[in-house]
Each structure stands twice: as structure tokens, then as C-alpha cells.
């Protein structure tokens, strides 16, 4: 298994604004990904976050907008850019372990304003 | 059409009883099968995973996929009401995408 961390847990921002998310597995994985889910919604993917090199986005979600880092195995954030309220969501990191199990970490609440 | 169709529910049972849910797929190349329960302002937590068809069995759970039917299901023995949540189906075909049901909301009532 795979134990995640994500910082904040919520948080309440203005519109125009920007939030920096960050996720934390307790072991080296290769597949980390990025998820929102909004209120009452099932999950939709945003991007693959790919270490050393640039993530891989779903249609509909643009780098401008998500940028996405992951420097290590371990380790990656996403930011929300020029948010607005269409941003309020959950956002979830997951990783994928050497078994093909995939996991999800608690979520960051956003809510702007 | 949706490639993953999940009845949303809600399913309310009382203690003790069985609970079926399920989830029927249109991409025949999917192969693999996943199960997870979401509480309440939490992040989803893995159950199950099958790889192709047949059963599989962990304590109170059990999965079954059916690839020929395009059909999956997760049945609950022994329901409690601690079980209740969101449980959400979900399938990838081998491309690092999954690929979520709608979720199906659970309330087991004592």
C-alpha cells in the first residue's frame, strides 16, 4: 500500500488568486497523479505528473492553468492558477504502486471566493 | 454513452443484509478492476482490485467481474452500519487512466 499526505487540507482563497497544493507518499512510486472531484461528482482526471519531465494532461485541463511539478518519486504539487469559483473543488493526489494499485490521498478542500 | 454506468443510488439497507452493487463498462479492453469507499470530506480508499474476470474475497467483500457481460460487482456481507459511504467502481485498460462510475451512496441503518 501506499500512504499519502496532501497540504492543505482546505483552504479559502479570492478569485485571481493562486493555491499551491502538495503531496507526500511515504515511498518511491512511479505513477503520481492529480484528480478533482467536485461537490456530489465522481472523479475526473487532470494529469499524470511525470518526474523529470512535463505532466501529462487530460482534455480540457491546461498547464497555464494546473502546473504541475513532481522534482522526485515522492513528491509533487499542483497549483490552481488565476483561480475562480468554477475552481471550488476537491483535489486529490494518487499514486499508483509497482502492484498496479492505485491510491488516493485525503484531498484538498478549495473554495474561492 | 458513458464508458463506466453506476446507479447513484441511494441504497439504503438495513443491518445485516446483503448489499449488490454494480457497474456495467462499454470498453471490452478494460482489465483492470477496482473498488473504492468514500466517507464523508475523505479521499477514496482502495477495497478491491481484480485483474480480468472471476472472484475475489476479502473478509466481509467480494468482487466478481464478468467480462463477457461487461458487468462488475462488489457484494457486502453482513452490512454494518459503518459501511456507510460512497462506493465507487473503477477500470483501466492498461494506459494509466482510470476511469470512475458515477458512485453509488450506501446507508446502512441499524
Not at chain 1, 497549483?79 to 488516493?104: G, K
Not at chain 2, 482489465?31 to 481484480?50: C, D
Request: net charge neutral.
Amino acid at each position: 500500500s501506499a500512504v499519502i499526505s496532501q497540504k492543505p487540507s482546505r483552504d479559502i482563497c479570492q478569485r485571481g488568486t493562486s493555491l499551491t497544493i502538495q503531496c507526500q507518499v511515504d515511498s518511491q512510486v512511479t505513477m503520481m497523479f492529480w484528480y478533482r472531484q467536485q461537490p456530489g461528482q465522481s472523479l475526473t482526471l487532470i494529469a499524470t505528473a511525470n518526474q523529470g519531465s512535463e505532466a501529462t494532461y487530460e482534455s480540457g485541463f491546461v498547464i497555464d492553468k494546473f502546473p504541475i511539478s513532481r522534482p522526485n518519486l515522492t513528491f509533487s504539487t499542483l497549483t490552481v492558477s488565476n483561480m475562480s469559483p468554477e475552481d471550488s473543488s476537491i483535489y486529490l493526489c494518487s499514486v499508483r504502486t509497482a502492484a498496479y494499485e492505485q491510491y488516493f490521498g485525503p484531498g484538498t478542500r478549495l473554495t474561492v471566493t | 454513452q458513458k464508458e463506466v454506468e453506476q446507479d447513484p443510488g441511494p441504497l439504503s439497507v438495513p443491518e445485516g443484509a446483503i448489499v449488490s452493487l454494480n457497474c456495467t463498462y462499454s470498453n471490452s479492453a478494460f482489465q483492470y478492476f477496482m473498488w473504492y469507499r468514500q466517507y464523508s470530506r475523505k479521499g477514496p480508499e482502495l477495497l478491491m482490485y481484480t485483474y480480468s474476470s472471476g472472484n475475489k474475497e476479502d473478509g466481509r467483500f467480494t468482487a466478481q467481474v464478468d467480462k463477457s457481460s461487461k458487468y462488475i460487482s462488489l457484494f457486502i456481507r453482513d452490512s454494518q452500519p459503518s459501511d456507510s459511504a460512497t462506493y465507487l467502481c473503477a477500470m483501466e485498460s492498461g494506459y494509466n487512466k482510470l476511469i470512475f462510475g458515477a458512485g453509488t451512496r450506501l446507508a446502512v441503518h441499524p
